[in-house]
T-cell receptor, first 114, second 116 residues
Framework: GNSVTQMEGPVTLSEEAFLTINCTYT??????LFWYVQYPGEGLQLLLK?????DKGSNKGFEATYRKETTSFHLEKGSVQVSDSAVYFC?????????????FGKGTKLSVKP | EPEVTQTPSHQVTQMGQEVILRCVPI?????FYWYRQILGQKVEFLVS????????KSEIFDDQFSVERPDGSNFTLKIRSTKLEDSAMYFC??????????????FGPGTRLTVL
């Protein structure tokens, strides 16, 4: 079946540290891959996406590359800020058939300290 | 920038009562979804909706749940007889299309449902 596995949190970093949040997936076919972010008390916001192998999604300094060979979509940021503190969700959207539904990982909570 | 809106932001109800959660999807989107997130757990798909009918539903979406697009703008989720385990954050989402570049789903801020 389809599934997403994210690294367990919480992740605590100092400001300006490098961030990696690992995400791997299992899917039939070639899904689209997404990172969503949930700031405290808010809903889910799309952070970035990639629709095919070797695509790199990027937004607000965050990047993730669709790696088919390792079935991964790791989220990275070179220098985190306190305002990046949030829960990050990796998700896949399977293709084919009727409209698809997103399958989410469990989420990784990031806390950035000044 | 257009966005998905949801009302109410918080709903408290007694077990066994009916609740209706409301959503206004982005205006030119054609595909609509409901998800839920029980506190501390992952976001789970409930149902997808296109052309005035359900396209797909999960095992969670049993006979107690229904969805409707009563007019050109609203999309509602009804829970007929709420249970304690229905307490969760409910997210509405919409997308322009089902796949390709149009498959990105945009989420509303959520409705927190508390069943007492």
């Amino acid at each position: 079946g389809n599934s997403v596995t994210q690294m367990e949190g919480p992740v605590t970093l100092s400001e300006e540290a490098f961030l990696t949040i690992n995400c791997t997936y299992t899917a039939t076919g070639y899904p689209s891959l997404f990172w969503y972010v949930q700031y405290p008390g808010e809903g889910l916001q799309l952070l970035l996406k990639a629709t095919k192998a070797d695509d790199k999604g990027s937004n607000k300094g965050f990047e993730a590359t669709y790696r088919k060979e390792t079935t991964s979509f790791h989220l990275e940021k070179g220098s985190v800020q306190v305002s990046d503190s949030a829960v990050y969700f990796c998700a896949l959207l399977r293709r084919g058939g009727s409209q698809g539904n997103l399958i989410f990982g469990k989420g990784t909570k990031l806390s950035v300290k000044p | 920038e257009p966005e998905v809106t949801q009302t109410p932001s918080h709903q408290v109800t007694q077990m066994g009562q009916e609740v209706i959660l409301r959503c206004v999807p982005i205006s030119n989107h054609l595909y609509f979804y409901w998800y839920r997130q029980i506190l501390g757990q992952k976001v789970e798909f409930l149902v997808s909706f296109y052309n005035n009918e359900i396209s797909e539903k999960s095992e969670i979406f049993d006979d107690q749940f229904s969805v409707e697009r009563p007019d050109g703008s609203n999309f509602t989720l009804k829970i007929r007889s709420t249970k304690l385990e229905d307490s969760a954050m409910y997210f509405c989402a919409s997308s322009p299309g089902p796949r390709g570049e149009a498959d990105t789903q945009y989420f509303g801020p959520g409705t927190r449902l508390t069943v007492l």
